[in-house]
C-alpha cells in the first residue's frame, strides 16, 4: 500500500530531491557555495587555533629592503632637526665667534641640508613613487650614487675642525706630525668615498653594489680609525691641560664634561661607521643602508655639540652678575676666538 505522507514531510522531501523542479529545490551556486565552505571548514579552523600558520604575505619578501630605507630616513630626519635646534643655540651664543668658526658651522649645516635632500630623494624613489614596482629597489640612480660621496664628505669637515684643535692643542713637533697623518688619513677617506660614488654610478644597480666594497671597506675603517684617533688624542691633551692650568673646580668640572662628550661622540660616530661596514659585507639585505643615512647625521650634530659645550666654559649664557675668579681670568680669555694657547684652553 503506498503511505501517505502528509504535507510537511512531503515538502522535506521536494527540497531534498534534486531532480524535482519545485521551489523547494537548492539552487547549484548556494550548492556549491556550501560545499566550499565545508571543504575549506579544517583549513580555516587550523588558521583561528594556529595564527601562526597563515599563508605567508608576499610583501614580506620586500621588507629586508624597504624597511631599512624608511627607518633610516626617519632617523635621519630626526637628527637633521636636532642639528637645527644646536645651529640656533650657536647662533645665540656665539655671535662674536671669529669668522673662519662661522663658516664651519654654518658650511656643515649646508652640507648636512644637502645630505638631508638625498635621503629624501632616495627614500620617495623607492617607498613613494616606486610603490609596488619591484625594479625601483633595485634600479637606482644618482641620488643613491652620491651617498658615499656626501657620507665622507661631512665626516672630513668635521675632522679637519679636529685636527685644527689638535694642531692648537698640541705644541710640540710630535703633535704637528700626529696632526697631519690625521689629516692624511681622513683625505684618503674622502677620495674613496669618491671612488666609490663614481663606481658605483656605472651600474645604478643595487645588485651590483659589491662592486664597491673593497672601495668601501677603506672608506669605511679610515674614517673608524680617525675617530678614534681624534677622540683619544682630544681627550689626552684636555686633561693634559687641565693639569696644568690653574683652573678653578667649576671650571675644572665642565672641562672634564668637555673632555667626555669627546670620546663619547667620537667613539659614537667609530661604531656606526663600523656597523655600517659589518652589514655592508655580511649581509645581504639593505640594513647598511640605515648606518648610511644617520653616520653623517652623528658627525654634524658631534661638532655643533662640541662648539655649544664651550658656553659651559665661558658661562656666556648667564647674564647675571657674578664674582670674577681673578685666578682664572687669564686663561678664560685664551679661550675666546681661538684654539688653545700656550698657555691654557682656546676655543676647543
Same mark, same amino acid.
Given at each position: 500500500?503506498?503511505?501517505?505522507?502528509?504535507?510537511?514531510?512531503?515538502?522535506?522531501?521536494?527540497?531534498?530531491?534534486?531532480?524535482?523542479?519545485?521551489?523547494?529545490?537548492?539552487?547549484?551556486?548556494?550548492?556549491?557555495?556550501?560545499?566550499?565552505?565545508?571543504?575549506?571548514?579544517? #583549513?580555516?579552523?587550523?588558521?583561528?587555533?594556529?595564527?601562526?600558520?597563515?599563508?605567508?604575505?608576499?610583501?614580506?619578501?620586500?621588507?629586508?629592503?624597504?624597511?631599512?630605507?624608511?627607518?633610516?630616513?626617519?632617523?635621519?630626519?630626526?637628527?637633521?632637526?636636532?642639528?637645527?635646534?644646536?645651529?640656533?643655540?650657536?647662533?645665540?651664543?656665539?655671535?662674536?665667534?671669529?669668522?673662519?668658526?662661522?663658516?664651519?658651522?654654518?658650511?656643515?649645516?649646508?652640507?648636512?641640508?644637502?645630505?638631508?635632500?638625498?635621503?629624501?630623494?632616495?627614500?620617495?624613489?623607492?617607498?613613494?613613487?616606486?610603490?609596488?614596482?619591484?625594479?625601483?629597489?633595485?634600479?637606482?640612480?644618482?641620488?643613491?650614487?652620491?651617498?658615499?660621496?656626501?657620507?665622507?664628505?661631512?665626516?672630513?669637515?668635521?675632522?679637519?675642525?679636529?685636527?685644527?684643535?689638535?694642531?692648537?692643542?698640541?705644541?710640540?713637533?710630535?703633535?704637528?706630525?700626529?696632526?697631519?697623518?690625521?689629516?692624511?688619513?681622513?683625505?684618503?677617506?674622502?677620495?674613496?668615498?669618491?671612488?666609490?660614488?663614481?663606481?658605483?654610478?656605472?651600474?645604478?644597480?643595487?645588485?651590483?653594489?659589491?662592486?664597491?666594497?673593497?672601495?668601501?671597506?677603506?672608506?669605511?675603517?679610515?674614517?673608524?680609525?680617525?675617530?678614534?684617533?681624534?677622540?683619544?688624542?682630544?681627550?689626552?691633551?684636555?686633561?693634559?691641560?687641565?693639569?696644568?692650568?690653574?683652573?678653578?673646580?667649576?671650571?675644572?668640572?665642565?672641562?672634564?664634561?668637555?673632555?667626555?662628550?669627546?670620546?663619547?661622540?667620537?667613539?659614537?660616530?667609530?661604531?656606526?661607521?663600523?656597523?655600517?661596514?659589518?652589514?655592508?659585507?655580511?649581509?645581504?639585505?639593505?640594513?647598511?643602508?640605515?648606518?648610511?643615512?644617520?653616520?653623517?647625521?652623528?658627525?654634524?650634530?658631534?661638532?655643533?655639540?662640541?662648539?655649544?659645550?664651550?658656553?659651559?666654559?665661558?658661562?656666556?649664557?648667564?647674564?647675571?652678575?657674578?664674582?670674577?675668579?681673578?685666578?682664572?681670568? #687669564?686663561?678664560?680669555?685664551?679661550?675666546?676666538?681661538?684654539?688653545?694657547?700656550?698657555?691654557?684652553?682656546?676655543?676647543?
Amino acid at each position: 500500500m503506498p503511505v501517505k505522507m502528509d504535507r510537511r514531510c512531503r515538502a522535506f522531501s521536494v527540497f531534498h530531491d534534486n531532480r524535482s523542479p519545485g521551489i523547494y529545490s537548492v539552487p547549484p551556486l548556494v550548492k556549491a557555495s556550501c560545499q566550499l565552505f565545508w571543504r575549506s571548514l579544517p #583549513r580555516l579552523a587550523i588558521m583561528l587555533l594556529q595564527p601562526n600558520s597563515t599563508l605567508p604575505d608576499p610583501s614580506e619578501n620586500f621588507l629586508p629592503s624597504v624597511g631599512p630605507v624608511l627607518i633610516g630616513a626617519i632617523l635621519s630626519w630626526w637628527l637633521y632637526g636636532v642639528l637645527i635646534m644646536q645651529l640656533y643655540v650657536y647662533h645665540l651664543v656665539f655671535p662674536e665667534d671669529t669668522i673662519w668658526i662661522k663658516i664651519v658651522a654654518y658650511g656643515l649645516f649646508l652640507l648636512d641640508t644637502i645630505h638631508s635632500l638625498i635621503v629624501t630623494d632616495v627614500a620617495w624613489k623607492m617607498l613613494c613613487r616606486g610603490w609596488g614596482k619591484s625594479d625601483s629597489l633595485i634600479k637606482t640612480d644618482w641620488a643613491f650614487a652620491m651617498i658615499p660621496m656626501i657620507d665622507s664628505l661631512i665626516p672630513m669637515w668635521v675632522h679637519a675642525f679636529y685636527a685644527w684643535r689638535l694642531w692648537v692643542l698640541g705644541r710640540n713637533l710630535k703633535w704637528k706630525i700626529f696632526t697631519a697623518g690625521i689629516l692624511m688619513l681622513s683625505l684618503g677617506m674622502e677620495i674613496t668615498g669618491i671612488g666609490s660614488s663614481i663606481k658605483y654610478a656605472a651600474f645604478n644597480d643595487i645588485r651590483k653594489i659589491r662592486v664597491i666594497e673593497s672601495l668601501a671597506f677603506a672608506w669605511l675603517c679610515s674614517g673608524a680609525l680617525v675617530d678614534t684617533l681624534i677622540a683619544t688624542s682630544m681627550a689626552y691633551l684636555l686633561l693634559a691641560a687641565r693639569r696644568q692650568a690653574n683652573w678653578s673646580k667649576a671650571t675644572g668640572r665642565k672641562l672634564t664634561n668637555m673632555i667626555r662628550l669627546s670620546v663619547e661622540m667620537g667613539m659614537v660616530s667609530a661604531v656606526f661607521a663600523i656597523l655600517d661596514l659589518i652589514f655592508f659585507v655580511g649581509s645581504k639585505s639593505n640594513i647598511h643602508i640605515t648606518f648610511a643615512f644617520v653616520t653623517a647625521k652623528l658627525y654634524s650634530n658631534s661638532l655643533m655639540a662640541s662648539l655649544n659645550s664651550r658656553a659651559g666654559v665661558y658661562e656666556r649664557y648667564d647674564p647675571s652678575p657674578r664674582e670674577v675668579d681673578l685666578e682664572n681670568t #687669564r686663561n678664560v680669555t685664551m679661550l675666546e676666538h681661538g684654539g688653545i694657547k700656550s698657555e691654557g684652553l682656546s676655543t676647543i
